[in-house]
């Protein structure tokens, strides 16, 4: 199927990560969508239900966001994002003034992660590409609001990008990005009195999520993996337009062999 010319425009087709471009400026436009479909599905598989309270930092044009205000009960969705002009024209080319005055989502521009200026707890907090552009001093930053602002069974998910070193520097970079040690981001975590542990989720970029939450709340994440839905959708992104459902049922229908998915890789 031919797409209109005006679509491309529209959606930014095209462009790269960190044009003035809403989709563009927070990742590549043609994965803008299964970007946040991916989003949303991982936080609701770990537990987010209609009545909890979720802070969006880094919410960026509500790429995510669109899906997280129209779920969640009014008043539930909080979005933390510096750029006031990308929080905008996501609400006027995703959403809509109509939905705003119904879901009452709320908004901070505050560029110093200042979790608390909302003045409440959360049950979920969701920042996904945000340390993999984050000094270390920013990261140190938002886990101590961060702890200020989760309640007792909260759940902190966030990406990084995980590498042999870690980041030393002591600014923001993007578009580029900047990388961490698994050791060194739960040693950042621990010193803000929070643990982390990494989640079996692909992220379509190479980055690793993982999941922060009080020490006793430790061993209540929920187990969760995408490993099936990646193989259709990675087709998806290679073809698009190709019929992807069958050859997911195809690769799934496999002889089993008794092995766990860790000693099988």
Known sequence: MTRPADDDVTLGRGLQPGDHHYRAFVDFPGSYDIGAAMQFSLVTALGLREDHFLLDIGCGSLR??????????????????????????????????????????MFSHDRDFTLSAFGRQFDFLLAQSIFSHSAPRQVRRCLAEARAVMAPTAVF??????????YTGE????????????????????????????????????????AIT?????????????RCSMVAIKHWLRHRGAATL?????????????RTPAESS
């Open 157 to 166: 998910i966030a990406t990084y990008w995980r590498g042999r070193e870690s």
């Open 246 to 258: 069958g050859l997911a049922r195809r690769l799934y229908r496999r002889p089993r062999t008794g």
């Open 64 to 105: 995510a966001g669109r899906l997280f205000i129209v779920y969640l009960r009014p008043g539930r969705y909080f979005g933390l994002e510096p750029e006031r002009w990308l929080v905008e024209e996501g609400i006027r080319q995703e959403l809509s003034q109509e939905i705003l005055a119904v879901k009452r989502p």
């Open 214 to 226: 009080h020490p006793a709340h430790r061993d209540q994440v929920r187990p969760v993996t995408n």
């Open 171 to 210: 600014e923001w970079v993007y578009p580029g990005r900047v990388l961490y040690t698994a050791g060194d981001m739960a040693a950042l975590a621990r010193q803000q009195g929070l643990v982390c542990q990494q989640l079996d989720w692909t992220h379509l970029s190479g980055q690793t999520w993982i």
